[in-house]
């Protein structure tokens, strides 16, 4: 049988070149719709979700351990391991090829188990065990650091030795199209002389791409390169969005808190480690080399585009104001595992680990407006007469998402938040 990641392979259910969502993908996510609203989990083909519940009532993938469809998250199905990943991405694989007549030749099953994508409501497809930021990319923790302590002294000191990091809050964690409110806090600009309670003013995006943990590991135990690979279920897109100003007045001595824990978007469709396997390509060049623990035996990084899209409540449509690569992040999502349980910190199935904002080298791939608009000193033009510095209310932003193959692409979809007021 094809691995589920032949370029050959081909469904029966139409797919576009342009799609996200090919045969070679297949996304988990959790949907309901209008004539069955109880949510449960899907596989994203083409413009359709293929509805897992109704292939596991009909045993069609009877697999033994396989009564995990009907729940309204991805947890139980993330916790049967990696084996049953794949043999299950594999099965759903072999239903939907377009020369297996097993599904596309049951009209009555076929009609039950592909939903149009327009008529079903994504929900956030796994429940949030604990939440990780990280703060990985060379180059954004390089122009943060000039614009606040200057070229000189950029990166910290423990920066080249170690993925830098704190525990955020998975209460939080949103799916897209969630909108998002303003949040309040303390503020003290420099001018002032003691702190004000108000809504943010410098309200900022993080384009990240997020990392969903499908296996434990025990408190006391570190863990191998092979052990935190094989831990990783799969990655969605990620906007870990910033109150700058609230987290200027508030980070020192211990870091990021109120200015982060408002609210983290994700996208709905969770696409496997395995289908970004073909994509798979070495990192920048650690100098110095990490310590033993987090050196790495092979590629961990990701040939991974990336999009973000802004439109203002006055523009009639988005303009592009970021393409970069999850490729150039100088510590991978597996160093970052690899790290978390060094102390013997256990994790949980269905953490979520963030890789911290994705920049590249030029310009044009800075992953935050304060990288953008270099800490609002350089407004930028979206459309005739209407610039920002930073996200104003009524703001919509859109990441997306996904790696290039021969004739099809493995893609993320989007994510997608509208900024309200803070009321």
Known sequence: MPHPNDPSLRSFVPVDVASDFPIQNLPYGVFSTAALPTPR??????????????????????DGE????????????MALGPKVWSRTRARISELLRHDNPELRDNERL????????????????????????FYSSKEHATNVGVMFRGKDNALQPNWL???????????TVVVSGTKVRRPRG??????????????????????????????PSPIGEMLTEAQAEEM???????NDWSARDIQQWEYVPLGPFQAKAFATSISPWVVTREALEPFRLQGPRQDPPPLPYLQQAQPNNYDLQLDVALRAAAMNKAVNICHTNFKYMYWSSVQQLVHHAS????MNVCDLLGSGTISGPEKSQRGSLLEISWNGTEPMELASGVKRTFLEDGDSLVMRGWCQGDGYRVGFGEVEGTIVPAG
Request: aromatic content about 10%.
């Open 41 to 62: 989990v899907g596989v994203a083909i083409g413009d359709y979700v293929l509805d897992l519940w109704e292939l596991e009532q009909d045993g069609r993938l009877a």
């Open 66 to 77: 396989l009564i995990v469809f009907a729940a309204p998250t991805l947890n139980p199905f």
């Open 110 to 133: 076929r009609e039950r188990a592909l939903v149009p994508m327009a008529r079903a409501k994504l929900h956030l497809p796994i429940t949030v065990a604990g939440y990780t930021d």
């Open 161 to 171: 030795h170690m993925p830098i990091g704190y525990n955020g809050r998975a209460s």
């Open 186 to 215: 303390q503020l003290k600009p420099p001018t002032a002389e003691t702190p004000s309670f108000g809504p943010c003013q410098r309200l900022d995006f993080e384009l990240e791409m997020g990392v969903m943990i499908g296996q």
């Open 232 to 238: 990783i279920f799969g990655f969605v897109l990620l």
């Open 343 to 346: 102390s013997g910190c256990a």
